[in-house]
């Protein structure tokens, strides 16, 4: 089955920093989703990536189909802004493959 | 549209027993899924439902899971005779399209 990774596992940063959060997987998607898990568990949608690129806010993201690949960009972070960040990518609108998230702490 | 909701929220019981837990999809969403995530690991995919029938099931659902959408719009999710290692935070997620608005999920912690 597709194999999907994402780096880093955790990521330290102080309040006002950039960060950029990679996901990569093994086989050709047509569905890939980026999600904000936060401390109670709640999975909350950031985008539907499958290509392209995307902005919301401070938050962008670029998957590159191609190269399989995507992007998740956090500019001037903010404490809300820690959390677990998941990346799933689905063949069909069938089952999400989620890789193993990075945690990001956004320290003030 | 007031999102995917489940109940219960957290769920404690002991070893052996059956528990039950449901979903309501987002109204009119034909796609329904259900996860489960561990500990520090990212969801994985259990089960998924397109309207009533049942597409698709994961080799995790082992004979003790079993899932239902009777109506094609709420579930419901039963594991007969627990075990410690069916503790987890069990998701459901439902979609008309590509993409999976997931609920706030049950957290089961079995003893």
């Known amino acids: 089955g597709i194999q999907v990774e994402q780096s880093p596992p955790d990521l330290i940063l102080q309040e006002g920093a950039n960060s950029t959060l990679r996901c990569n997987f093994s086989?050709?998607?047509?569905?890939l989703q980026w999600f904000h898990q936060n401390p109670w568990g709640q999975l909350i949608n950031l985008f539907y990536?499958?290509?392209g690129t995307k902005q919301n806010g401070r938050l962008s993201a670029t998957t590159v189909a191609t190269e399989r690949y995507s992007l998740l960009y956090i500019s001037s972070s903010q404490t809300t802004d820690s959390g677990v960040y998941f990346c799933?990518?689905?063949?069909?609108?069938?089952?999400?493959?989620f890789g193993q998230g990075t945690r990001l702490t956004i320290n003030p | 549209d007031t999102g995917v909701s489940q109940d219960p929220r957290h769920k404690i019981t002991k070893r052996g027993q059956n528990v039950t837990f449901r979903c309501d999809p987002i109204?009119?969403?034909?796609?329904l899924y259900w996860y489960r995530q561990t500990l520090g690991q990212g969801p994985e995919f259990l089960t998924y439902?397109?309207?009533?029938?049942?597409?698709?099931k994961s080799r995790l659902l082992s004979d003790r899971f079993s899932a239902e959408r009777p109506k094609g719009s709420f579930s419901t999710l039963e594991i007969q005779r627990t075990e410690q290692g069916d503790s987890a935070m069990y998701l459901c997620?439902?979609?008309?399209?590509?993409?999976?608005?997931f609920g706030p999920g049950t957290r089961l912690l079995v003893l």
């Open positions: 439902f397109q309207n009533e029938a049942q597409l698709e």
């Open positions: 799933a990518v689905a063949q069909g609108a069938q089952k999400l493959v």
């Open positions: 997620a439902s979609s008309n399209d590509e993409v999976q608005y």
């Open positions: 109204s009119e969403h034909n796609r």
């Open positions: 086989d050709s998607v047509n569905n």
């Open positions: 990536i499958p290509s």
